[in-house]
């Protein structure tokens, strides 16, 4: 059997021959496209099209239609791509990923693929990481498609609905992903047609595909309605957590427990009796119990394992926001799940806002798998190949350089405490700064970014902090990185997107080593695609360049999984001291293999995310698919109507005569008759006695008889058209209540199946086995709950609400005449407003004609004597 590399490694050698190929054939094309006035080659996109209309496909297109958009680019950007941005646009246009270092040019290199796929009409999505670099890319690239007859939208969180539909009506609109994925869920809550944004989903290009596709699919999109608040048990629980005392490390007496490569926490049995004698109860753990666990267990995780600055933040307007731990970015309108984030409120001293119920979610994984063709572009995808395969179908085509790296990548150095290493960090700048070397210093956290800035500032360095904190300014901060002498400190996304550009004199110094911009890394990420990513800041297009990566037994990382092994080899080679440091490939090799453990625990949690999605992904697709049908109906919605009056009148036979076994008494008789006046017939339309002795299948029949004849006379107080409207806003209205109802109970379901691990039941099987039992009562929930809306509304035809209508306006007016006769001392208060308002056509469940907003009879049928 052959070696896997070996193949893996053949394979790409032989995609990349065949891309080869097939980018000489665009280049073919050069000289025609030059010699084309800017009219000729503007009119192709017309040509395009309708060689498209009658037949020929984007494949047949490709070469041809590529080579206009390079010569196009050429034109109105001043831009040429090379040979090998031809090759990353055409695995683009295949719908999978060509992973470019960074400076490649991916920007220009996605302008083929999109142009192509836009000409059908269909709608290109080009996604980015966030709303900054949308509407960049947007202005920049917009020129090029814009003068190639192509139109341009820009769809940012800001935007109305009205705003967000004509971005989406473009042929190209730029958005971030969060923002595709709630346009979705809203548009599957709206009534109406004309209220809709997206169109259906064609193809979508991710720049920054991993950063998107992989480490925000870790969090579901979610969709929330405000739910009852608990803001004092909150604060109650973290008082009580601020009185515990111990270590990261357990140790004997210690309150609390941590367990460090899982990040969770709990309460040894110091803790338990604690909690027992703070909150005055027996057992902790006693299921009665159970809410005040939970908040307990929020507030041990808010103070011992989220940590300002590093987790989330505070911002000036005293919000807690959570801080990407991939990009260092904060995350505005993201909230922790399941009572976390108000726990980390109550913690910081904030104002608790209420939890949330959930209405609508989608994962990442299961929005972007709608779309018809999906492709992405990054530097660092490599590494998470199997995820895209098994996730989404796409594979990952590594594309050569333009030009050879000359970059030098240094052994990691390891130092044994945080301070020793943070020394060395510093006296390293010093010695770069001072040769006139850009040096751009990599930080995981915030709080490690304002160390090293305090400590520069103490060494009087001039430098700039490019973190969560002032995002606003990072492109121009990043842009200037590579000028001779700056200093910059960034956070992991360290302007991801925009070039580092080296300003003159950065490339000529003498000694190699100070050539270029130097990346100073002060620890390694959790994922080798971040540091990979970080690296690639130097050294593009061929530029000199040097990476250093600085570590010590005290990093995050280190303690999470490598400190013990690394412990043995240090002691190995005989090294101790404050000062010590160690330069080995082993230490490096020692660390990836710690990071490959944080990636595939990563990897479970996604997969394990969206294995819950998935569950109910076909519950959601049933609903929304019967969502857009009633939107979209222009025609009567009766036989859909019939059909769910019949199954809801089978249940609800079933339900007594299987609970009786199949016999039915006088007593059962009664309870039914009770419930079918209340939910089914028109009040006195039906006796009691009329049920009873009927069999069930009689009596199904009797009841559905009745049911199309109240149903009948319900429509015939409508006009056609307001008999649609009507139809289609009681189902929308049901629906909408009871599947938000539903999400609500899945999201806390998923909660407690966990325990049922603790039975030997899988807990994902036992979610699959609940949740399909859940679907199936709730829609027999709708269609019992539209059922009786549709027997019992209160419907009037537009001249009795007319006449109505005048009523009240006249009783209105005589109210407001006598008030002003009290006012002025007249006796007009006896007047008889009953004068003149004709009762005998008034059902006894229509409004009063008195205009009191009663039934008529609870109001004058009482006095009359229409009881």
Same mark, same amino acid.
């Given at each position: 059997?052959?070696?896997?590399?070996?193949?893996?490694?053949?394979?790409?050698?032989?995609?990349?021959?065949?891309?080869?190929?097939?980018?000489?054939?665009?280049?073919?094309?050069?000289?025609?496209?030059?010699?084309? !006035?800017? *009219?000729?080659?503007?009119?192709?996109?017309?040509?395009?099209?309708?060689?498209?209309?009658?037949?020929?496909?984007?494949?047949?297109?490709?070469?041809?239609?590529?080579?206009?958009?390079?010569?196009?680019?050429?034109?109105?950007?001043?831009?040429?791509? =090379?040979?090998?941005?031809?090759?990353?646009?055409?695995?683009?246009?295949?719908?999978?990923?060509?992973?470019?270092?960074?400076?490649?040019?991916?920007?220009? &290199?996605?302008?083929?693929?999109?142009?192509?796929?836009? +000409?059908?009409?269909?709608?290109?999505?080009?996604?980015?990481?966030?709303?900054?670099?949308?509407?960049?890319?947007?202005?920049?690239?917009?020129?090029?498609?814009?003068?190639?007859?192509?139109?341009?939208?820009?769809?940012?969180?800001?935007?109305?609905?009205?705003?967000?539909?004509? *971005?989406?009506?473009?042929?190209?609109?730029?958005?971030?992903?969060?923002?595709?994925?709630?346009? $979705?869920?809203?548009?599957?809550?709206?009534?109406?047609?004309?209220?809709?944004?997206?169109?259906?989903?064609?193809?979508?290009?991710?720049?920054?595909?991993?950063?998107?596709?992989?480490?925000?699919?870790?969090?579901?999109?979610?969709?929330?309605?405000?739910? @009852?608040?608990?803001?004092? +048990?909150?604060?109650?629980?973290?008082?009580?957590?601020?009185?515990?005392?111990?270590?990261?490390?357990?140790?004997?007496?210690?309150?609390?427990?941590?367990?460090?490569?899982?990040?969770?926490?709990?309460?040894?049995?110091?803790?338990?009796?604690?909690?027992?004698?703070?909150?005055?109860?027996?057992?902790?753990?006693?299921?009665?119990?159970?809410?005040? &666990?939970?908040?307990?267990?929020?507030?041990?995780?808010?103070? /011992?394992?989220?940590?300002?600055?590093?987790?989330?933040?505070?911002?000036?307007?005293?919000?807690?926001?959570?801080?990407?731990?991939?990009?260092?970015?904060?995350?505005?309108?993201?909230?922790?799940?399941?009572?976390?984030?108000?726990?980390?409120?109550?913690?910081? #001293?904030?104002?608790?806002?209420?939890?949330?119920?959930?209405? *609508?979610?989608?994962?990442?994984?299961?929005?972007?798998?709608?779309?018809?063709?999906?492709?992405?572009?990054?530097?660092?995808?490599?590494?998470?190949?199997?995820?895209?395969?098994?996730?989404?179908?796409?594979?990952?085509?590594?594309?050569?350089?333009?030009?050879?790296?000359?970059?030098?990548?240094?052994?990691?150095?390891?130092?044994?405490?945080?301070?020793?290493? =943070?020394?060395?960090?510093?006296?390293?700048?010093?010695?770069?700064?001072?040769? #006139?070397?850009?040096?751009?210093?990599?930080?995981?956290?915030?709080?490690?970014?304002?160390?090293?800035?305090?400590?520069?500032?103490?060494?009087?360095?001039?430098?700039?902090?490019?973190?969560?904190?002032?995002?606003?300014?990072?492109?121009?901060?990043?842009?200037?990185?590579?000028?001779?002498?700056?200093?910059?400190?960034?956070?992991?996304?360290?302007?991801?997107?925009?070039?580092?550009?080296?300003?003159?004199?950065?490339?000529?110094?003498?000694?190699?080593?100070?050539?270029?911009?130097?990346?100073?890394?002060?620890?390694?990420?959790?994922?080798?695609?971040?540091?990979?990513?970080?690296?690639?800041?130097?050294?593009?297009?061929?530029?000199?360049?040097?990476?250093?990566? /600085?570590?010590?037994?005290?990093?995050?990382?280190?303690?999470?999984?490598?400190?013990?092994?690394?412990?043995?080899?240090?002691?190995? =080679?005989?090294?101790?001291?404050?000062?010590?440091?160690?330069?080995?490939?082993?230490? !490096?090799?020692?660390?990836? @293999?710690?990071?490959?453990?944080?990636?595939?625990?990563?990897?479970?949690?996604?997969?394990?995310?969206?294995?819950?999605?998935?569950?109910?992904?076909?519950?959601?697709?049933?609903? $929304?698919?019967?969502?857009?049908?009633?939107?979209?109906?222009?025609?009567?919605?009766?036989?859909?109507?019939?059909?769910?009056?019949?199954?809801?009148?089978?249940?609800?036979?079933?339900? /007594?005569?299987?609970?009786?076994?199949?016999?039915?008494?006088?007593?059962?008789?009664?309870?039914?008759?009770?419930? +079918?006046?209340?939910?089914?017939?028109?009040?006195?339309?039906?006796?009691? @006695?009329?049920?009873?002795? +009927?069999? *069930?299948?009689?009596?199904?029949?009797?009841?559905?008889?009745?049911?199309?004849?109240?149903?009948?006379?319900?429509?015939?107080?409508?006009?056609?058209?307001?008999?649609?409207?009507?139809?289609?806003?009681?189902?929308?209205?049901?629906?909408?209540?009871?599947?938000?109802?539903?999400?609500?109970?899945?999201?806390?379901?998923?909660?407690?199946?966990?325990?049922?691990?603790?039975?030997?039941?899988?807990?994902?099987?036992? /979610?699959?086995?609940?949740?399909?039992?859940?679907?199936?009562?709730?829609?027999?929930?709708?269609?019992?709950?539209?059922?009786?809306?549709?027997?019992?509304?209160?419907?009037?035809?537009?001249?009795?609400?007319?006449?109505?209508?005048?009523?009240?306006?006249?009783?209105?007016?005589?109210?407001?005449?006598?008030?002003?006769?009290?006012?002025?001392?007249? !006796?007009?208060?006896?007047?008889?407003?009953?004068?003149?308002?004709?009762?005998?056509?008034? #059902?006894?469940?229509?409004?009063?004609?008195?205009?009191?907003?009663?039934?008529?009879?609870?109001?004058?049928?009482?006095?009359?004597?229409?009881?």
């Amino acid at each position: 059997m052959p070696n896997i590399i070996q193949r893996i490694v053949e394979n790409d050698k032989k995609e990349l021959r065949k891309l080869h190929r097939m980018a000489n054939k665009v280049e073919s094309y050069a000289d025609q496209m030059e010699h084309m !006035t800017d *009219a000729e080659l503007q009119a192709k996109t017309v040509e395009f099209k309708e060689r498209l209309a009658n037949g020929e496909s984007l494949d047949d297109l490709l070469y041809e239609a590529f080579a206009v958009c390079r010569e196009g680019a050429r034109r109105v950007l001043g831009l040429y791509p =090379f040979h090998v941005q031809i090759m990353g646009g055409i695995v683009l246009h295949n719908g999978d990923i060509p992973e470019m270092r960074t400076g490649e040019g991916k920007t220009l &290199t996605a302008t083929m693929p999109v142009y192509l796929n836009a +000409l059908p009409g269909g709608g290109v999505h080009v996604v980015t990481v966030n709303e900054y670099l949308s509407a960049r890319d947007a202005e920049e690239m917009g020129e090029l498609y814009n003068w190639l007859g192509l139109s341009i939208g820009i769809n940012l969180n800001s935007k109305s609905p009205d705003e967000k539909r004509e *971005a989406y009506n473009c042929d190209i609109t730029y958005s971030t992903s969060s923002e595709l994925g709630f346009d $979705y869920l809203r548009d599957n809550m709206v009534v109406r047609k004309e209220d809709l944004t997206q169109r259906k989903l064609n193809y979508a290009l991710v720049d920054e595909v991993d950063s998107i596709l992989v480490d925000e699919a870790r969090t579901p999109l979610i969709i929330s309605g405000q739910a @009852s608040g608990n803001s004092a +048990l909150y604060a109650r629980a973290d008082m009580f957590a601020k009185t515990l005392s111990g270590h990261e490390e357990y140790e004997e007496g210690d309150d609390y427990q941590i367990d460090i490569q899982s990040k969770t926490i709990s309460l040894s049995e110091e803790g338990i009796d604690k909690a027992e004698r703070y909150f005055g109860v027996e057992n902790l753990y006693d299921l009665e119990n159970a809410a005040l &666990t939970h908040f307990v267990d929020n507030a041990l995780r808010a103070n /011992y394992i989220f940590f300002n600055d590093v987790d989330y933040m505070v911002d000036e307007n005293q919000e807690v926001l959570i801080i990407d731990q991939f990009t260092g970015r904060t995350m505005p309108g993201r909230r922790y799940s399941d009572g976390l984030h108000q726990a980390l409120e109550a913690k910081m #001293g904030v104002p608790v806002q209420d939890e949330a119920k959930t209405s *609508a979610s989608i994962t990442i994984q299961n929005y972007f798998r709608m779309y018809k063709k999906l492709a992405g572009m990054t530097g660092t995808a490599k590494t998470e190949a199997e995820e895209f395969r098994e996730t989404y179908n796409i594979q990952v085509v590594p594309i050569p350089t333009n030009k050879p790296i000359q970059r030098l990548d240094l052994p990691d150095l390891l130092y044994p405490t945080l301070d020793s290493k =943070f020394k060395a960090v510093l006296d390293d700048i010093k010695k770069r700064h001072s040769e #006139g070397q850009p040096v751009l210093i990599g930080t995981v956290a915030v709080e490690t970014s304002e160390l090293i800035s305090k400590r520069l500032q103490a060494a009087r360095i001039p430098h700039e902090v490019l973190n969560a904190k002032n995002h606003a300014k990072e492109a121009q901060i990043i842009m200037n990185a590579g000028q001779q002498g700056s200093v910059t400190i960034a956070t992991n996304m360290a302007g991801r997107g925009t070039d580092i550009k080296l300003g003159p004199g950065v490339k000529e110094h003498p000694v190699k080593e100070y050539q270029g911009l130097a990346v100073i890394a002060t620890e390694r990420a959790e994922s080798r695609r971040i540091d990979n990513q970080l690296r690639g800041r130097s050294g593009r297009q061929g530029d000199p360049g040097i990476t250093q990566f /600085y570590l010590s037994l005290e990093d995050e990382l280190m303690k999470r999984f490598g400190s013990e092994r690394v412990s043995v080899i240090l002691d190995r =080679f005989k090294i101790s001291g404050e000062e010590a440091v160690i330069k080995s490939r082993l230490i !490096t090799n020692q660390i990836e @293999s710690a990071q490959k453990r944080v990636e595939g625990n990563n990897f479970d949690s996604r997969k394990q995310t969206l294995q819950y999605d998935d569950v109910i992904r076909e519950q959601r697709g049933v609903i $929304y698919e019967q969502r857009q049908r009633v939107i979209f109906a222009v025609e009567d919605l009766t036989p859909e109507l019939v059909g769910m009056f019949k199954r809801a009148i089978d249940r609800f036979v079933d339900s /007594y005569s299987l609970a009786n076994g199949g016999k039915l008494d006088k007593a059962t008789y009664k309870d039914m008759f009770v419930t +079918l006046e209340s939910a089914f017939f028109r009040d006195g339309a039906v006796q009691q @006695s009329e049920i009873e002795g +009927l069999k *069930a299948d009689e009596l199904r029949t009797f009841i559905f008889e009745k049911v199309k004849e109240n149903y009948k006379l319900q429509m015939s107080k409508l006009d056609p058209e307001r008999q649609v409207e009507f139809q289609r806003a009681v189902i929308l209205r049901v629906v909408d209540n009871k599947w938000s109802d539903h999400i609500d109970q899945l999201d806390q379901m998923r909660q407690a199946v966990g325990l049922r691990g603790y039975a030997q039941n899988t807990p994902i099987v036992e /979610y699959q086995e609940e949740s399909f039992r859940l679907f199936e009562a709730m829609i027999g929930a709708i269609e019992f709950e539209i059922t009786r809306l549709m027997m019992k509304a209160q419907i009037h035809n537009p001249q009795e609400q007319q006449r109505i209508q005048e009523l009240q306006m006249k009783q209105m007016q005589e109210q407001a005449a006598q008030l002003s006769a009290h006012q002025h001392g007249g !006796t007009e208060s006896d007047i008889d407003l009953d004068e003149g308002l004709d009762f005998s056509k008034v #059902g006894r469940n229509d409004l009063c004609p008195c205009g009191s907003g009663k039934k008529f009879k609870n109001c004058h049928g009482r006095t009359l004597g229409v009881l």
